[in-house]
């Protein structure tokens, strides 16, 4: 019987699309990150792009919004000198009643090299990646709750940028877990480089016992949470995926699990914090920790660019 | 050093085509009579640059120069790793000097002067190699050699160092496909 291999990796094993962190070897994310690191001074030079896509068309597929993720996927195809072509599909066929492999289809025949994809759906890049041609790439930018994995990526290569290592490293993910492909992409990364714990910390509506089974350790008190953390990473709470009584009110949510500058002193003191944006600020973090000198979630968005384009370069070099 | 037909083993011994590099290299520095930027091409070149940088009493570092960006195979090998370009002064009008360990088709040393030419634009460009194994398939050619062999394409050689920092060529014989 022919066993069911990653449909990330070709037969030699080769990275053909990020779909998830899930799955993924400690080589493979560590070499995302090596390469980042080369990327991360194209900015500085003269000629801000290098060549290796040029002649490549990457299609951005948002069927749901996303302005900063967007950006940073047409900023990092750009400074590969790849055509980039923004499909609002929100706004376009969906809306019209085509299906998403008809769209694909289509957009396909128009010599699509890449395509980086958004759906509320969580599986939708999977469906896509299950349907595209041999040279044709798919690169996860968020689906539904499942997984976001260039965030976490780049919140990986932050973490290492700042802190050297994973080896003794304590990451508390702070916040509503429940709703976030954010975090399960974080715990998927940094449980398989080998930090030394992960924390998720919260109130138990939004933070499940049986997330335990990730490997990571569940904290339902803020103290207890980040107490001794090197990594505090704050997200935002999503009141556009919430559905029943799961919080009382954001307020009541911030006067437990709010981080501000005399709860961040729980953690170590020379703790980074971290948020994948977009900031509420004063629900989830107060401004004068998002402000503040141990902030880098500028750093953040900065590195998400370098960490684009290693995704984009390593899959359209490996073929199906 | 000696030239072989296929399948026999080369000898080259490194350590004394580097003293004759910096020999040649010292003179070169004299001549020339300008202020000159050392780099290496990633990984061997560096090597180089290095122990020419400390034997020649020069007080900057050297740059280092990786081909990885504008490599020509880059759709059929993917993305290599390597380390980074880091240049370290201002490309604009400079007198660089290229150095590598082993020239062979050339693509390399296209691919590193595209690299070199996203950080500005130099005054000159020089490559020196401590051996030039033939087979090009581009119009370049370096200013000087320390040594030049024949090589069948299916044998690779590359420039080793050890722990104490001495050079040596490892010559690998590829099995037929």
């Known amino acids: 019987m022919k066993l069911n291999r990653n449909p990330q990796l070709n037969k030699n094993g080769e990275l053909i699309h990020l779909l998830s962190t899930e799955g993924l070897s400690k080589d493979i994310l560590t070499h995302i990150l090596d390469t980042a690191a080369n990327f991360v001074s194209v900015s500085d030079r003269e000629v801000k792009k290098v060549p290796l896509l040029r002649g490549k068309s990457v299609f951005n597929l948002f069927f749901e919004n996303s302005t900063r993720t967007r950006t940073t996927f047409e900023i990092a195809a750009t400074r590969l000198s790849a055509d980039v072509i923004n499909l609002d599909i929100a706004r376009s066929s969906a809306s019209k009643g085509e299906s998403l492999l008809d769209t694909i289809a289509n957009l396909s025949a128009m010599a699509a090299d890449i395509f980086v994809v958004r759906h509320s759906e969580s599986g939708a890049p999977y469906l896509i990646a299950q349907h595209v041609a041999p040279h044709v790439h798919v690169v996860n930018a968020g689906d539904g709750r499942h997984a976001h994995p260039t965030q976490g990526l780049l919140d990986a290569y932050t973490i290492r940028h700042f802190k050297g290592n994973f080896a003794n490293l304590t990451v508390a993910i702070v916040g509503d877990v429940l709703h976030s492909r954010v975090a399960r992409s974080n715990i998927h990364a940094l449980t398989t480089l080998g930090c030394a714990e992960v924390r998720v910390v919260g109130p138990r509506t939004l933070v499940p016992s049986d997330m335990a089974a990730m490997g990571v350790r569940v904290c339902h008190d803020l103290k207890e949470g980040i107490s001794g953390a090197d990594v505090v990473m704050t997200l935002r709470l999503q009141n556009e995926r919430m559905s029943g009584a799961l919080l009382p009110s954001s307020q009541e949510f911030a006067k437990s699990f709010g981080l501000t500058r005399e709860r961040l002193q729980w953690a170590k003191p020379d703790a980074i914090v971290m948020h994948p944006g977009p900031v509420n600020r004063g629900v989830e973090i107060d401004s004068s920790v998002v402000d503040g000198p141990q902030s880098v979630v500028l750093n953040q968005v900065t590195f998400g660019i370098a960490v684009r384009m290693a995704v984009m370069s390593i899959v359209a070099g490996h073929s199906a | 050093m000696s ?175």
Not at chain 2, 111 to 119: G, I, K, T
């Open chain 2, 3 to 177: 030239t072989s037909p296929a399948g026999m083993s080369i000898h080259l011994e490194a350590e004394v085509l580097y003293q004759s590099l910096l020999r040649h290299v010292r003179g070169w520095l004299v001549q020339t009579g300008q202020p000159v930027e050392l780099v290496g091409i990633a990984s061997g070149g560096v090597w180089l640059a290095q122990r020419l940088r400390v034997d020649l009493g020069l007080a900057a570092e050297p740059g280092v120069i990786s081909s990885v960006m504008h490599r020509d195979d880059f759709a059929s090998r993917g993305l290599a790793s390597s380390v980074q370009t880091r240049l370290g002064f201002d490309v604009n009008g400079a007198h660089v000097l290229l150095l590598d360990d082993v020239l062979y088709t050339g693509r390399t040393i296209r691919a590193v002067l595209n690299e070199l030419f996203d950080h500005g634009r130099p005054a000159q460009v020089s490559l020196m190699v401590l051996v030039d194994r033939g087979g090009r398939q581009l119009p370049i050619e370096a200013a000087w050699s320390a040594a030049r062999i024949t090589l069948p394409a299916h044998q690779t050689l590359q420039l080793a160092r050890d722990e104490q920092g001495h050079f040596s060529f490892a010559v690998d014989t590829a099995e037929p496909a």
